[in-house]
């Protein structure tokens, strides 16, 4: 069947909702193939189908159709993946987790790295330049100043916007600010505990 | 939106507040407020006065509506109009929870007051739904809201509006008028 | 702004008075109180349109540099001190709705990023834009970024005719006929609501705060003049 091998990269986005599968080198590298297949055909029958031996036309027209559907499956999973990895950008910060790193092909990481850039400098922009503000922060409205987290690795130094050095050892109980544990948190660093 | 949204929208309503500290006038950036002197009541916003609160820095006053009379008179009035009655306050649920949340020993009466203020949320969002049914029922257009509070909307978010979408999407396509779409709707089930 | 000499009851200047007025280059004054009220109204009307609304730069700037401000000043006294949790805690309130505001913009920005750019160059030079500078250039790298990889690792592979994308076919419009709650801030002349079918249409009253659900198309217009509010 015509373009399985397009519908088979969308079905595997599909199922995989909650991350990001490896990049699917083998997948792409086939529907090229079969869209080259396809095309080389067509060119053939094409110029019979000219010279006036109509029932070439319709055999080019499905393979038109199939080449389009093989288009099409690819732009949407290669933009789908794009569309992930950008959201992982506001999830994770401007480092990728390594497990993540592993499923990105080259390509996709230069795209990221590029992404960053761009938000990195947007949001250095804000304010008239004068103040730089983390969007991917400060995502609910703040209630308490302060907020009460567990170091659940030995993550070392860290300096806090009002310039305290705490040392996050694992299991240690800190009281943060809590605008700067959002990171933190999102990264698997700290835990909240009420 | 989300419920803490609305809640945060909630805390920047004004409430009184009785401290029990000394401090001159506060130059916020939304304003100003005090001087504070203990024993004299003072106006602030109320996730002032519930970081004060808990602090242990003031008393907090309930909002003149907060009383079981009032309340009572509220509930059996909203139980006998057949649209939405207006709220004495537009955030009339999330204040009831912030302030009894906070300071429960304040407020007098405060398990009627939860009792009552629930009721009248139970009887309301009721109403809601049973309009939203039969509202979607006739593939009505447009629809008169007054008097709804933004919590009390947002319960019907996303289903109400993206419904109605629908509905527009298919009249478009179907090109038919309201009453025509009527009928196909008493005679059939509807699956959004 | 008046500096710190360590005198207790000389801290009350550096915070100065409420009533700080805002200049921007609209000769439109605000106080800084009706400035914020005027940003959380501009925050729920983003949050809840379908589409890309104006930019409110000016507010956004104003804001920040209050809060700067303000955190400056905060250097000088002590985390202990009385104060010092309330103008921090209200800093944060500040913080947090722009940082929603701008965040909410980026998003619609992506989401309907074809069909802003291409507005954008339609755009006579008298018009205003929907994007400020900034989120410009941010959408014009993100588009750029996404083409140049799209045809990298495919369109590049592909038969010599089909290296194209007819880009004008796969951008997301936003749906002006969405339905929206609104609030009617002032007496207004009366819309006329469409219901979809070209014949049905419906003159709404717009009284003072009445409320309503109704198409955005309707309103749109007086939600850009500050008529209606959407809830």
Same mark, same amino acid.
Request: net charge negative; glycine share 4%.
């Given at each position: 069947? /015509?373009?399985?091998? =397009? @519908?088979?990269? +969308?079905? $595997?986005?599909? !199922? *995989?909702?909650?991350?990001?599968?490896? /990049?699917?080198?083998? =997948? @792409?590298?086939? +529907?090229? $193939?079969?869209m !080259? *297949?396809?095309?080389?055909?067509?060119?053939?029958?094409?110029?019979?189908?000219?010279?006036?031996?109509?029932?070439?036309?319709?055999?080019?027209?499905?393979?038109?159709?199939?080449?389009?559907?093989?288009?099409?499956?690819?732009?949407?999973?290669?933009?789908?993946?794009?569309?992930?990895?950008?959201?992982?950008?506001?999830?994770?910060?401007?480092?990728l987790?390594?497990?993540?790193?592993?499923?990105?092909?080259?390509?996709?990481?230069?795209?990221?790295?590029?992404?960053?850039?761009?938000?990195?400098?947007?949001?250095?922009?804000?304010?008239?330049?004068?103040?730089?503000?983390?969007?991917?922060?400060?995502?609910?409205?703040?209630?308490?100043?302060?907020?009460?987290?567990?170091?659940?690795?030995?993550?070392?130094?860290?300096?806090?916007?009002?310039?305290?050095?705490?040392?996050?050892?694992?299991?240690?109980?800190?009281?943060?600010?809590?605008?700067q544990?959002?990171?933190?948190?999102?990264?698997?660093i700290?835990?909240?505990?009420? | 939106?989300?419920?803490?949204?609305?809640?945060?929208?909630?805390?920047?309503?004004?409430?009184?507040?009785?401290?029990?500290?000394?401090?001159?006038?506060?130059?916020?950036?939304?304003?100003?407020?005090?001087?504070?002197?203990?024993?004299?009541?003072?106006?602030?916003?109320?996730?002032?006065?519930?970081?004060?609160?808990?602090r242990?820095?003031?008393?907090?006053?309930?909002?003149?509506?907060?009383?079981?009379?009032?309340l009572?008179?509220?509930?059996?009035?909203?139980?006998?109009?057949?649209?939405?009655?207006?709220?004495?306050?537009?955030?009339?649920?999330?204040?009831?929870?912030?302030?009894?949340?906070?300071?429960?020993?304040?407020?007098?009466?405060?398990?009627?007051?939860?009792?009552?203020?629930?009721?009248?949320?139970?009887?309301?969002?009721?109403k809601?739904?049973?309009?939203?049914?039969?509202?979607?029922?006739?593939?009505g257009?447009?629809?008169?809201?007054?008097?709804?509070?933004?919590?009390?909307?947002?319960?019907?978010?996303?289903?109400?509006?993206?419904?109605?979408?629908?509905?527009?999407?298919?009249?478009?396509?179907?090109?038919?008028?309201?009453?025509?779409?009527?009928?196909?709707?008493?005679?059939?089930?509807?699956?959004? | 702004?008046?500096?710190?000499s360590?005198?207790?009851?000389?801290?009350?200047?550096?915070?100065?008075?409420?009533?700080?007025?805002?200049e921007?280059e609209?000769?439109?004054?605000?106080?800084?109180?009706?400035?914020?009220?005027?940003?959380?109204?501009?925050?729920?009307?983003?949050?809840?349109?379908?589409?890309?609304?104006?930019?409110?730069?000016e507010?956004?700037?104003?804001?920040?540099?209050?809060?700067?401000?303000?955190?400056?000043?905060?250097?000088?006294?002590?985390?202990?001190?009385?104060?010092?949790?309330?103008?921090?805690?209200?800093?944060?309130?500040?913080?947090?709705?722009?940082?929603?505001?701008?965040?909410?913009?980026?998003?619609?920005?992506?989401?309907?990023?074809?069909?802003?750019?291409?507005?954008?160059n339609?755009?006579?030079?008298?018009?205003?834009?929907?994007?400020?500078?900034?989120?410009?250039?941010?959408?014009?790298?993100?588009?750029?970024?996404?083409?140049?990889?799209?045809?990298?690792?495919?369109?590049?592979?592909?038969?010599?005719?089909?290296?194209e994308?007819?880009?004008?076919?796969?951008?997301?419009?936003?749906?002006?006929?969405?339905?929206?709650?609104?609030?009617?801030?002032?007496?207004?002349?009366?819309?006329?609501?469409?219901?979809?079918?070209?014949?049905?249409?419906?003159?709404?009253?717009?009284?003072?705060?009445?409320?309503?659900?109704?198409?955005?198309?309707?309103?749109?217009?007086?939600?850009q003049?500050?008529?209606?509010?959407?809830?």
């Amino acid at each position: 069947m /015509f373009a399985q091998k =397009g @519908v088979e990269l +969308v079905q $595997e986005l599909e !199922r *995989a909702r909650d991350f990001l599968p490896p /990049f699917n080198e083998d =997948g @792409v590298r086939q +529907v090229l $193939e079969e869209m !080259r *297949a396809l095309f080389e055909e067509n060119q053939r029958d094409a110029s019979s189908a000219v010279a006036g031996e109509s029932e070439y036309i319709t055999s080019v027209h499905i393979r038109h159709c199939a080449l389009e559907r093989n288009k099409r499956c690819l732009m949407a999973y290669l933009y789908n993946r794009l569309e992930r990895i950008k959201e992982h950008r506001w999830h994770f910060g401007s480092v990728l987790p390594s497990d993540i790193k592993a499923n990105i092909c080259e390509p996709e990481a230069q795209f990221f790295i590029k992404y960053s850039k761009s938000l990195a400098a947007y949001m250095k922009s804000i304010g008239e330049g004068s103040y730089s503000l983390d969007l991917t922060q400060n995502l609910k409205p703040p209630k308490n100043l302060y907020i009460q987290v567990k170091c659940t690795t030995e993550f070392g130094e860290f300096e806090t916007e009002d310039g305290d050095i705490v040392v996050l050892k694992k299991n240690s109980l800190h009281l943060l600010p809590r605008v700067q544990c959002e990171l933190l948190i999102a990264q698997g660093i700290l835990e909240h505990v009420s | 939106m989300n419920p803490a949204e609305v809640e945060f929208l909630a805390e920047n309503q004004s409430i009184q507040i009785t401290p029990n500290f000394s401090h001159d006038r506060l130059y916020l950036i939304c304003g100003e407020v005090g001087p504070f002197r203990p024993g004299i009541p003072v106006q602030v916003p109320l996730w002032m006065a519930i970081n004060l609160k808990q602090r242990q820095k003031c008393r907090l006053t309930a909002p003149e509506w907060m009383t079981v009379e009032t309340l009572t008179k509220i509930k059996e009035d909203e139980g006998q109009s057949k649209t939405f009655t207006p709220m004495p306050d537009q955030h009339y649920m999330v204040t009831t929870q912030l302030i009894l949340g906070a300071a429960p020993h304040d407020i007098p009466n405060t398990d009627e007051i939860r009792i009552l203020v629930k009721d009248i949320w139970d009887m309301r969002i009721a109403k809601l739904r049973s309009s939203v049914d039969a509202f979607l029922k006739i593939g009505g257009s447009l629809a008169k809201v007054d008097h709804l509070t933004l919590m009390e909307i947002n319960t019907v978010r996303p289903f109400l509006p993206h419904a109605l979408d629908q509905l527009f999407r298919l009249r478009q396509v179907l090109m038919i008028s309201d009453n025509q779409l009527k009928t196909i709707y008493f005679n059939s089930s509807f699956v959004l | 702004m008046a500096s710190y000499s360590g005198n207790l009851t000389q801290l009350s200047d550096l915070f100065g008075t409420a009533d700080t007025i805002s200049e921007t280059e609209d000769a439109e004054f605000l106080s800084a109180s009706e400035a914020v009220k005027k940003l959380e109204e501009s925050w729920l009307n983003e949050m809840l349109a379908p589409e890309l609304l104006s930019p409110q730069t000016e507010l956004v700037d104003c804001l920040l540099e209050q809060t700067k401000n303000m955190e400056e000043n905060l250097m000088a006294i002590s985390k202990s001190d009385f104060r010092f949790a309330l103008h921090r805690m209200e800093v944060e309130r500040i913080r947090y709705v722009v940082t929603s505001y701008l965040r909410i913009r980026l998003e619609k920005i992506e989401k309907f990023l074809g069909y802003l750019l291409n507005n954008e160059n339609k755009r006579q030079r008298n018009e205003p834009s929907l994007l400020t500078e900034d989120e410009l250039k941010f959408a014009q790298e993100l588009n750029s970024n996404t083409e140049t990889h799209l045809k990298t690792l495919g369109l590049r592979h592909m038969p010599t005719n089909m290296r194209e994308i007819n880009t004008q076919k796969f951008i997301t419009t936003p749906n002006r006929d969405s339905y929206v709650f609104v609030c009617v801030k002032d007496d207004a002349p009366s819309v006329l609501v469409s219901d979809g079918t070209s014949e049905g249409e419906i003159e709404v009253e717009l009284l003072k705060n009445s409320q309503h659900l109704l198409p955005y198309r309707s309103i749109s217009s007086l939600l850009q003049n500050n008529t209606v509010n959407l809830l």
